[in-house]
């Protein structure tokens, strides 16, 4: 019997998955999430409540002028749709990367670095946020009322560009979430630096980028990709020539966009990695 | 020479450390926290990584895991490299960081066990073996359906070094595995891991300040001070080198005369008037002297007090730094 414990691993039966260990970990993630019943009600309520106050924003502006950077108000509510919905689906899953820090600051990722897997996902699937799923409902709610306002007509590309403009968007956002904690590898306290262009950037994209100039504009809508997130895919939906003269074939540029930046993303978490202090002792 | 499951050669890792100097100015400098080690260990061997804090053991620990990258210098453990192959070696290797849990904070113990087997990828069979030794070995069953963040200190470690294991680790890492325990849990923490390590098939590698902890549990001995080796041999060898000893201090009826006593012993403390003495052992052993003092007087009470390690190393530091510190094993 002591000598089973001390056998190295031979049988092939009964032997996890490649994924099973990620899929186990958000099961865990989940199951002690819902320990705390109370609190995680709350939390649903509460982010429920801050994406409303997102699109009370929009309608209050409508309030001073008809037409905002050449679009109407079901035309933004539209825009902001995308933008929310995408937002909110990056945020489910590694909105949490924001841990990173604590993570760091208590040496803990040290343990993440010892298991035999990505430490990147093994962060996104302990860290999914359940509680954030009211987001996505509610973005997804912002998004049917908009395309019924707009009066949409509908053809089969449209309704594609409907589902994966905002899958993308997600991953743009999440490549710019994890491009930003990689800063706390090297600045512990980063937190605000990489707010300016989580956060911002989703400000940014919940409206047309025509409303924005200069060196601002170029910047955030085609250095940081976010026009690709919801302002070109809108367009096409709503059959809307874009007022910048762009061509049309920038609407179905987000997967290109978003996986470039996801390539991006991954090499600068590679290089940060390796710049890892740990904590003492 | 049976085989190498870890060798390192020139290992160094630096630190840039920031102090702010005025109001916005900073000025930079390099720490070297290890500056050149050179270590080889064969499979099954049992290694005490010792210095004091700041040596830089627990660098070295964690540049040997895939934790951290090193400055400079080569790093080889079961045929991996760490940062590069960090996956592939984590498999391979089992890590118990006293200070840090690896376990699920809001789970209970057995879940974590669970979920380690999905990331390990353990054979069910396997696992459920591994796991009825460790519960039996350790004395799990109390608490397995407890949270981890409601386990004692002792539990948690037992806990831990279960989950460093049930993969079947080559090489098991434990950063101060017994810091903070009480004494049964020490105990128990440290015959599981002799009669691991007994066994020869795991290697183990272990930091401590534990004096019982190095002699119950290893064979060789590395000191670490300054981020460079020390001393590599065995802990009688490190004894020897610096002449430390095992001290007996007596109460006595009747004040210390001063007699010579017995050879092998040597007064190093007279105190409360002479009614207690301090011996330093060189040589004869505690059972010589008490016979000799009983027969001389009336004997009150008898301790032995083992050598302080802390005191080895200590003197260690004092050295001058020389060629002759790097002593060959």
Not at chain 1, 57 to 86: C, D, K, M, Q, Y
Request: hydrophobic content about 45%.
């Amino acid at each position: 019997m002591a000598d089973l414990l001390w056998r190295r691993a031979t049988t092939p039966t009964g032997r996890p998955g490649a994924l099973a260990g990620y899929r186990q970990l958000l099961a865990a993630q989940v199951r002690s999430q819902l320990q705390y019943r109370a609190s995680f009600a709350m939390d649903l309520v509460g982010n429920l409540l801050l994406t409303l106050m997102d699109v009370a924003a929009v309608v209050v502006l409508f309030r001073v002028t008809p037409v905002l950077g050449g679009f109407t108000l079901p035309e933004v509510l539209l825009i902001s749709g995308l933008a929310n919905l995408s937002f909110s689906l990056c945020d489910l899953a590694v909105g949490n990367i924001d841990t990173m820090r604590q993570y760091i600051r208590t040496g803990r990722f040290d343990a993440v670095l010892t298991r035999p897997l990505s430490a990147l996902l093994q962060l996104v699937c302990g860290d999914l946020a359940l509680r954030r799923l009211g987001r996505v409902t509610q973005a997804v709610v912002v998004l049917v009322i908009a395309l019924n306002l707009a009066h949409v007509r509908w053809t089969p590309a449209r309704a594609v560009l409907l589902v994966v403009a905002p899958s993308f968007g997600a991953v743009l956002f999440g490549s710019v979430f994890v491009a930003g904690s990689t800063v706390s590898f090297w600045f512990i306290e980063s937190g605000e630096f990489s707010n300016a262009f989580t956060y911002g950037g989703r400000d940014f994209t919940a409206y047309p980028i025509t409303v924005y100039a200069g060196w601002f504009r170029k910047a955030f809508a085609y250095g940081l990709g976010f026009a690709f997130v919801a302002y070109y895919p809108a367009l096409a939906i709503l059959d809307k020539p874009d007022p910048l003269g762009g061509p049309r074939l920038l609407s179905w540029s987000s997967p290109v966009v978003a996986l470039a930046a996801a390539g991006v993303a991954a090499f600068i978490w590679r290089i940060g990695i390796r710049h890892y202090r740990s904590t003492g002792s | 020479m049976s085989e190498i499951v870890i060798s390192t050669a020139d290992l160094r890792k630096e630190f840039t450390v920031s102090t702010r100097v005025g109001l916005l100015r900073r000025a930079r400098r390099t720490v070297p926290a290890v500056a050149g080690v050179d270590l080889t260990v064969a499979r099954g061997e049992m290694l005490g990584y010792i210095g004091p804090n700041g040596a830089g053991k627990s660098t070295t620990l964690k540049m040997l895991t895939g934790v951290l990258t090193p400055s400079s210098g080569e790093v080889t453990v079961c045929g991996f490299r760490p940062v590069a192959q960090r996956t592939r070696l984590a498999r391979q290797i089992g890590v118990v960081f006293g200070q840090r849990s690896q376990l699920w904070w809001d789970l209970p113990l057995a879940e974590s066990f669970r979920l380690l087997r999905y990331i390990y990828r353990v054979p069910a069979a396997d696992h459920a073996a591994r796991l009825a030794e460790c519960r039996r070995l350790l004395d799990l069953d109390a608490f397995l359906d407890t949270p981890v963040r409601q386990l004692s200190l002792g539990q948690r470690m037992r806990g831990e070094i279960t989950a460093a294991l049930l993969h079947s680790p080559e090489v098991l890492f434990l950063d101060e595995p017994t810091i903070g325990l009480d004494v049964v849990s020490k105990q128990a923490v440290r015959a599981f891991l002799a009669d691991l390590g007994s066994r020869g098939d795991t290697t183990l590698v272990l930091t401590t300040h534990d004096l019982a902890d190095i002699e119950k549990l290893c064979r060789r001995l590395v000191v670490i001070d300054h981020g460079r080796v020390v001393h590599d041999g065995t802990l009688p060898e490190l004894h020897a080198r610096y002449d430390s000893r095992r001290r007996v201090v007596v109460d006595l009826d009747t004040p210390w005369a001063g007699r010579t006593g017995v050879p092998g012993a040597v007064v190093e403390a007279v105190e409360a008037d002479g009614h207690r003495v301090t011996f330093g052992l060189s040589g004869g052993t505690a059972g010589e002297l008490v016979a000799a003092l009983a027969r001389d007087g009336a004997l009150r009470d008898v301790a032995v007090l083992e050598p302080d390690i802390e005191d080895v190393v200590a003197r260690l530091y004092a050295e001058p730094a020389g060629d002759d510190r790097v002593a060959s094993r």
